[in-house]
T-cell receptor, first 113, second 116 residues
Framework: DVKVTQSSRYLVKRTGEKVFLECVQDMDHENMFWYRQDPGLGLRLIYFSYDVKMKEKGDIPEGYSVSREKKERFSLILESASTNQTSMYLC????????????FGQGTRLTVV | AQSVTQLDSQVPVFEEAPVELRCNYSSSVSVYLFWYVQYPNQGLQLLLKYLSGSTLVKGINGFEAEFNKSQTSFHLRKPSVHISDTAEYFCAVSDMITGGGNKLTFGTGTQLKVEL
């Protein structure tokens, strides 16, 4: 079974802090995604990566950056956390060659105070 | 650009009744379509997918969906729901462009609440 692991289930950070959310997948997938999930807004794509060191902005990249130094790891970075970034963050990975399902981590609920 | 519209944010239904959750999509190219389910405090898991072939696809837990290209719809159905089907359901679309950069775009979700 594919496993996508997010480093924390719950995180509380202060306004202005630099925050790192880590995601690791064990299936050698080339595509990895970061979404945020908010009530009534569904899942919105922040960034995705289609290979090591390759990334593309999603629909809401402002205030975020990403890093993909190794194929299995995709990090989301909040350069200076703000209260409006309080949300559930979901990481996913997918093999792009057969357009099958994306596999999701359990999510990180981030609260910025 | 591609987009997904889920018209119903909440759908209440009694146990053993049928249910339909609606999904419409928009894309300038051919697409693959997915339904995911999220149970409380859990991540998303795949319910079913349409890649090609028969337009009626069957998924887990007795769910099925029909791809209608002319109406750009991919509605999810179950003939008889159970209390354990209470969850949030997300429709998603991915374009068929090969290679890197094919996004997976989600709708806003439909909360299915099954009542006794």
């Amino acid at each position: 079974d594919v496993k996508v692991t997010q480093s924390s289930r719950y995180l509380v950070k202060r306004t202005g802090e630099k925050v790192f959310l880590e995601c690791v997948q064990d299936m050698d997938h080339e595509n990895m995604f970061w979404y945020r999930q908010d009530p009534g807004l569904g899942l919105r794509l922040i960034y995705f990566s289609y290979d090591v060191k390759m990334k593309e902005k999603g629909d809401i990249p402002e205030g975020y950056s990403v890093s993909r130094e190794k194929k299995e790891r995709f990090s989301l970075i909040l350069e200076s956390a703000s209260t409006n970034q309080t949300s559930m963050y979901l990481c996913a990975s997918r093999d792009p060659t057969d357009f099958r399902e994306a596999f999701f981590g359990q999510g990180t609920r981030l609260t910025v105070v | 650009a591609q987009s997904v519209t889920q018209l119903d944010s909440q759908v209440p239904v009694f146990e053993e009744a049928p249910v339909e959750l609606r999904c419409n999509y928009s894309s300038s190219v051919s697409v693959y379509l997915f339904w995911y389910v999220q149970y409380p405090n859990q991540g998303l898991q795949l319910l079913l997918k349409y890649l090609s072939g028969s337009t009626l696809v069957k998924g887990i837990n007795g769910f099925e969906a029909e791809f209608n290209k002319s109406q750009t719809s991919f509605h999810l159905r179950k003939p008889s729901v159970h209390i354990s089907d209470t969850a949030e359901y997300f429709c998603a679309v991915s374009d068929m462009i090969t290679g890197g950069g094919n996004k997976l775009t989600f709708g806003t979700g439909t909360q299915l609440k099954v009542e006794l």
